[in-house]
Structures are given as structure tokens and as C-alpha cells.
């Protein structure tokens, strides 16, 4: 069964990277603004999830570089997860807005955020 989770995600991986998506172009003064508000964000995720590269996918279209935080294999984050979220679920979106920090899960819902604040 791990071997054919192992299998699945590589194929994941490589269609995702086959297909990657354009990402938006804007103008230096709108991408240092998305930036700015993108280093507010850090995204909890596994490298091979299909949710977590749902989630990476929508980014890249929203051309926005996020700290993107494996809680598979760094402990350091997947306890910061585990401890701040309150359970290890990924993908997993950290939001840093005026001193508090929100977790927010679902996929779905990242993504909508995403649109919703960058699009
Ligand atoms: N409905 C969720 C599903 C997320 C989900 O099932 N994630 C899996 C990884 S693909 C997970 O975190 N499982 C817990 C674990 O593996 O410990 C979403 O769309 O984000």
C-alpha cells in the first residue's frame, strides 16, 4: 500500500510539473505588493499530497511565493502544526494578520482565500 501511495505521488508530482500553470503578470509596484502580503502566509503541506499541489498550483497561477513548511518530514513543523492547528491535517494555510494567526484546513478553502486576496 506504500508503495503504490509512493507511486501515486510521484505521478502527481510529474503531472503537475508537465502542467504547471502560468502564473499572473503584474507590475513591479502590484507583485512587491502581493509579496508583501504573502510573507504573512506559510503553507503546511506534504510534497506529494494532491490536496497540498491543489493548493501549490494556485499560488504559482497567483504568481505569490509562500514558506511552504513539510510537516512529513520536519518535525520542527509538523509538531508547529500539530500544536498551532490542532491536528496534523495538510494542506494546512498559517495566516499572520495583525498580530494573530489563524490555521486555516480544506483545500477548497485555501484556495478561495488565495482568490480572494491575490486574484
Ligand atoms: N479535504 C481535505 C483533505 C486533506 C487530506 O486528506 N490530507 C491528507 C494528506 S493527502 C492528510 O493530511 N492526512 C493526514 C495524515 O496523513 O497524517 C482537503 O481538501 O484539504
Excluded at 508583501?36 to 504568481?63: G, I, T, W
Excluded at 511552504?68 to 491535517?89: C, F, M, V, W, Y
Aim: aromatic residues 10%.
Amino acid at each position: 500500500m506504500k508503495v503504490v501511495r509512493w507511486i501515486l505521488g510521484r505521478i502527481i508530482l510529474l503531472l503537475n510539473f508537465i502542467f504547471s500553470p502560468r502564473g499572473v503578470k503584474r507590475s513591479s509596484e502590484d507583485q512587491q505588493f502581493a509579496d508583501n502580503k504573502a510573507s504573512q502566509l506559510a503553507l503546511y503541506q506534504f510534497d506529494a499530497c494532491p490536496f497540498c499541489v491543489k493548493v501549490r498550483r494556485e499560488l504559482k497561477r497567483q504568481s505569490i511565493k509562500v514558506d511552504l513548511r513539510d510537516a512529513k518530514t520536519n518535525p520542527q513543523h509538523r509538531s508547529d502544526l500539530e500544536n498551532g492547528g490542532g491536528r496534523i491535517k495538510v494542506p494546512c494555510l498559517r495566516i499572520e494578520k495583525e498580530g494573530e494567526t489563524q490555521w486555516m484546513y480544506e483545500s477548497s478553502d485555501i484556495v478561495s482565500y488565495l482568490q480572494k486576496e491575490f486574484a
